[in-house]
């Protein structure tokens, strides 16, 4: 049985005020709950929040939202993963954000997983189709724009993740799958669609590692995610919990989420 699992990633938001009230308020409603939930602010938000949840209940936890492979040298602007090591427990890697703004490719993401490893971080490393809906070709409402087939290209992209990754590592991996078309978009995937899009990348881990270790691994969804929809995905035995973006900066829905998820809603 996979232990559900629930993360905010704030992205580039919050003041120092705003998520010293959110990871409070957090930190107080979700402790009596049978899953781990995980915090992702901003870079400069982690000491004081690691502070914060200095005495909190052992299943909420503080993640990155990137970090750089090398442990230190001439890198403006990089934090390394030594850096983070004891500050945090989880590092999110390979978002699309990242990708697409950042130009990362799947070799820098494998290189950044390893060095998690490394240093004893948990990557949640994110997979799922670049293709954004065109205006002409969104549709309202729930699913897979219409247009738009599952690209092998996440397959590979898991693939190349996990280059070389020992078995001992690869059932500590967590994945999410981020398709881009679903990012902030208010078009979340159906939980049917990301069930059997997230047993696939389940069997790519299986070709590998063999099914049973392919069995322990949390595969979880992510794409506009909210209190009213979470239903859809925490129900599928296949989906492990998600990944939520917006909605994780306002804390009485990222409650409801985790509560949700906790079967205490
Ligand atoms: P939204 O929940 O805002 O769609 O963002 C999802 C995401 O990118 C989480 O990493």
């Known amino acids: 049985m996979r232990r559900p699992l629930i993360i905010g990633n704030w992205k580039m938001n919050t003041t120092l005020a705003d998520a010293t009230v959110l990871t409070t308020s957090i930190k107080n409603n979700v402790s009596d709950l ?18 914060i949840l200095e ?13 750089w492979f090398a442990e230190k040298g001439a890198m403006t602007g990089e934090v390394s993963p030594s850096m983070l090591k004891g500050l945090v427990k989880y590092v999110i890697l390979g978002h699309s954000e990242r990708r697409s703004h950042f130009q990362e490719k799947d070799d820098l993401i494998n290189d950044k997983i390893h060095a998690a ?3 004893n971080l948990t990557p949640i490393v994110c997979v799922g189709e670049h ?26 992209q898991l693939k190349s993740a996990l280059e070389g990754i020992s078995r001992e590592n690869a059932e500590k991996l967590i994945v999410a799958y981020e398709p881009v078309w679903a ?3 208010g078009n979340a995937a159906t939980g049917a669609y990301a069930a059997e899009v997230i047993g696939k990348l389940r069997g790519v881990i299986a070709k590998k590692y063999g099914q049973e270790l392919s069995e322990r691994v949390r595969i979880l969804y992510g794409g506009s995610v909210d ?29 409801k989420i985790c509560r949700e998820a906790g079967g205490k809603e």
């Open 55 to 67: 005495k909190a209940p052992k299943n909420i936890h503080l993640g990155a939202q990137n970090m």
């Open 183 to 185: 990012i902030g978009t």
């Open 34 to 51: 049978d899953i781990d939930v995980v915090l992702c602010p901003p870079f400069v938000w982690l000491y004081p929040m690691a502070e």
């Open 227 to 255: 209190s009213d929809n979470i239903k859809e995905f925490i129900y599928q035995p296949e989906i492990d919990g998600v990944l939520v973006g917006g909605v994780s900066l306002k804390a009485k829905e990222f409650i």
């Open 117 to 119: 490893f490394e240093n």
């Open 131 to 156: 293709e954004k809906m065109t205006s002409e070709k969104s549709k309202k409402g729930p699913g897979r724009p219409p247009h738009l087939e599952v690209k092998a290209d996440i397959y590979r």
